[in-house]
């Protein structure tokens, strides 16, 4: 049994759940202020109401099973990537208090505020994130004792950009499905006009990523070229995409919502296979790479984290589910909602 | 400032001011529990509108622990790289299990706690409340593990780690856990966070009291505080008795800072005082504490059960292996006098309650709306004095502070996230107890017409 391959596999599937859930809340956010009226942002925060927080866990839990799996890789690229990491906590704290606060006063001015501190936050943490990923498979500078060799304007380079915007295309893409799912009536017409034009933003950032993956990042196609039939993870994404607006046409927008979830499950795979066995790779200098091997936790220590993971994740995603289907339906606003 | 300064400087500050909210939390969750079961064996409306309120303010503070708690998750990594390396194989999986067993749990039912009355029956509801409680209570243990490793670690090894560079790792899991202090450092944790919330209910109930505003709801609402401010508060003098038990045993040289003694033998325990090191390097110098009203030999009586037992002083340990003393002294000290000044105050009103004159004790109320802050300084006291009593250490007896740093970090990142840490965590600071306010105002029938006009607009709308 190969700890170190499963707890690869793992950290894919818990910053997975990360995309899947908080991205349609961060989603909703950067739409956020495409709502009209009072009204209609009120349900829009309230359709990620109960369920945003929860959400955020995944990113919390990511984070900490880095830590204890892959701690040289939790070191280096936290500490390395400094200032962009300080950004993103800095826009999902301010993403968190405008849920809280923003309808806590009737005041025009006072929503008026959180609801741009909602849109910027959420949008903030976006970029940022995409940015991450855009430097975790174009490779960051290590240095012989695999730590951080570069500064903070080096990440900010073209192919990192594209992914960022890729990112706040497929979250505001996966937010509006989640919308449309969530809302009725006026609202809910409208939203699916926003389904139409986010998702052939996301298209076409998708096609241009992939085109520039395969010009400029040759590692990360090399595992495709060595096995072909990993092509078919890029197929079911292509499918997985084709099939929303099928969905979406037909009214079934639950489906549709779970083809967006099913695309971003392949995105992550394939970001997953052009990086294994690495984890942070270095670019320049290759052989300064962290792999899964050379920055894990003792195999002890992999072992009864994977058991922990093994009691507690069915637990997590049992109540979970439950939790949502207790929030199934429609939005509507009463007595407790933001 | 360097870079090593500046990430203590910017630890302190953000996990000061998560701080604030976690124990309010715990203890709120506990509370929630108690009226909410009293709800459903009653059937009593007065506990439906007391639960409801106070879920209001439990999900107001839990926001804001939440936001700051990420920050923490974070920082190990950010500013501490080469401690995360060294320990990571340990106490990483402290900070995992946090994330799977406990804020999963939490922040998941907190959606059928503040938003689920409607759509489960009371039952459900309940149950929603309990896991939430119980969820807020599991993080508090995972991270008591975490950090009392750090202070008395145990169940490990030192062997070179990928690279050939030297870590921890895990050599009983058990033993890593149930390390020597988790056990009394969790239940002085609990404790201080029962009484955190309780006097937080008890502030606000008692401000209704003296206003004649809700006054059935602030009664019923002080005696269920009262009960858990009392509890909390005696339990957490046995606590904190066997806590620096273990402090006296696992970490001599933070006990010999708390209470200022400098050479080895039978202590006597000072109330309070001003510690002055030795004036010099040579051995026949003593360091003392001045101005002060020592007990004789009561620090031996209590940490050994006999006054003639030596307590081990600060000049068996090398300079550079003291914690600085009068940071920690002064902090233990007023610590240990809030916790006792809060044994008198629950006993008092507990007092009062039994002789059924608690509702006229008007200048007692006033106390009890300004008490809201005595727990929460001692939160912070005993945080700092356990922290900076560990020093020069970060893992006692193993890791240096000044060798955990990232290395490579660079002063102005830190002051520029340092600076926008404090600049945000002010205005939210602001922001909560703006709006605390502005809840406590309205009350809680109030609740429900305020809500009224965006309610009603709404409404209409449709």
Redesign the interface.
């Known amino acids: 049994m190969d700890l170190n391959l499963i707890w690869f596999v793992l950290m894919v599937v818990l910053f997975f759940g990360y995309a899947m859930l908080d991205g349609f809340d961060l989603g909703v956010g950067i739409l956020h202020l495409f709502g009209r009226t009072d009204k209609d942002r009120r349900l829009m925060l309230n359709s990620i109401g109960p369920v945003w927080d929860g959400n955020e866990v995944w990113l919390v839990t990511g984070g900490g099973a880095l830590f204890a799996a892959f701690p040289n890789v939790y070191a280096t690229l936290f500490s390395g990537l400094y200032l962009p990491l300080m950004l993103v906590l800095t826009a999902l704290i301010f993403r968190a208090v405008s849920i809280e606060f923003r309808s806590k006063q009737i005041h025009e001015g006072w929503r008026r505020f959180w609801d741009a501190g909602f849109f910027v936050g959420s949008l903030l943490a976006s970029v940022l994130m995409g940015v991450l990923v855009g430097n975790l498979a174009w490779g960051i500078p290590l240095d012989a004792r695999h730590y951080y060799a570069g500064g903070f304007w080096n990440l900010l380079h073209p192919y990192a950009l594209l992914v960022a915007v890729t990112t706040v295309a497929l979250f505001m893409m996966h937010g509006s499905i989640y919308l449309v799912m969530k809302t009725e009536g006026q609202l809910h017409d409208r939203v699916r006009a926003w389904v139409h034009n986010t998702m052939i933003f996301f298209i076409i950032c998708y096609a241009t990523t992939t085109m520039a993956t395969l010009l400029f990042v040759p590692r990360m196609a090399q595992p495709f070229h060595a096995r072909p039939w990993l092509g078919f993870v890029a197929l079911l994404n292509m499918l997985a995409i084709a099939n929303i607006p099928r969905q979406i046409y037909h009214k079934r927008d639950f489906n549709a919502f779970v083809s967006s979830c099913f695309a971003i499950a392949c995105l992550m795979a394939l970001l997953a296979i052009g990086l294994f066995p690495n984890m942070l790779c270095s670019n320049p200098f290759p052989a300064n790479s962290l792999d899964i091997y050379g920055a894990a936790s003792s195999p002890l220590t992999l072992k009864i984290m994977l058991i922990i993971a093994l009691v507690g994740m069915p637990l997590v995603l049992a109540y979970t589910l439950s939790i949502y289907w207790v929030f199934r339906g429609k939005v509507k606003l009463d007595e407790g909602s933001y | 400032m360097d870079a090593s300064m500046l990430s203590r400087l910017q630890f302190a500050l953000t996990v000061a001011f998560h701080y604030i909210f976690p124990p309010l939390s715990i203890g709120l969750g506990l509370i929630l529990v108690i009226m909410e079961s009293m709800w459903l064996r009653t059937g009593k409306e007065l506990y439906h509108q007391m639960t409801k309120f106070w879920v209001k303010v439990f999900?107001?503070i839990?926001?804001?622990g939440?936001?700051?708690?990420?920050?923490m998750?974070?920082q190990?990594?950010?500013?501490w790289?080469?401690y995360?390396?060294y320990?990571?194989?340990?106490?990483?999986?402290a900070?995992?299990?946090?994330?799977?067993?406990a804020?999963?749990?939490e922040?998941?039912?907190?959606?059928?706690l503040?938003?689920?009355?409607?759509?489960?029956g009371k039952k459900m509801h309940f149950v929603a409340t309990l896991l939430v409680a119980t969820g807020s209570m599991f993080s508090a243990v995972w991270i008591i593990v975490a950090n009392s490793w750090m202070q008395t670690p145990a169940g490990y090894h030192i062997v070179p780690?990928?690279?050939g560079v030297p870590r921890a790792?895990?050599?009983d899991?058990i033993q890593v856990v149930l390390n020597h202090s988790t056990l009394d450092r969790l239940g002085h944790t609990l404790m201080g966070a029962w009484q955190t919330a309780a006097w937080m209910v008890l502030s606000v109930s008692a401000f209704y009291l003296l206003k004649k505003r809700h006054v059935e709801f602030a009664k019923a609402s002080i005696r269920v505080a009262l009960s858990v401010a009392l509890a909390g508060a005696l339990l957490q003098l046995l606590s904190g008795h066997a806590s620096a038990k273990g402090v006296a045993v696992n970490q001599p040289a933070k006990m010999a800072a708390f209470e200022g003694h400098w050479k080895t033998s039978p202590a006597g325990m000072y109330l309070f005082g001003w510690y002055v090191p030795p004036a010099s390097a040579a051995t026949n110098v003593a360091g003392e504490v001045r101005g002060g009203l020592c007990i004789p030999g009561l620090l031996s009586w209590m940490i050994h059960g006999d006054a003639a037992t030596p307590v081990t002083g600060l000049a068996d340990f090398p300079a550079a292996e003291r914690p600085p003393v009068n940071p920690v002294f002064q902090t233990y000290h007023i610590m240990v006098a809030i916790g006792m000044l809060l044994i008198v105050l629950s006993l008092a009103g507990g007092f009062f309650w039994w002789r059924q004159t608690l509702w006229d004790k008007r200048w007692f109320l006033r106390i009890c709306v300004f008490a809201v802050v005595l727990p929460q300084a001692a939160n912070q006291l005993g945080w700092f004095s356990a922290e900076v009593g560990r020093q020069p250490w970060i893992v006692y007896g193993l890791m240096k502070t000044q060798a955990a740093v990232?290395?490579?970090?660079n002063a102005a990142?830190?002051w520029?996230?340092l600076a926008?840490f404090a600049v945000?965590y002010l205005l939210?600071f602001v922001?909560f107890i703006y709006?605390l306010d502005?809840k406590i105002r309205q009350g809680p029938q109030e609740?429900?017409h305020a809500?009224g006009?965006?309610?009603h607009?709404?409404r209409a709308?449709?």
């Open positions: 999900a107001l839990f926001s804001i939440v936001a700051s708690g990420i920050v998750e974070f190990f990594g950010t500013n790289a080469d995360s390396r320990v990571g194989d340990v106490f990483g999986s900070l995992a299990a946090e994330g799977i067993f804020f999963f749990l922040s998941g039912f907190l959606a059928v503040i938003f689920g009355w409607d759509r489960v780690g990928p690279g790792e895990v050599v899991f990232s290395p490579g970090a990142q830190i520029a996230s926008m945000m939210l922001l709006l502005h609740a429900v809500a006009p965006a309610l607009g709404d709308g449709v």
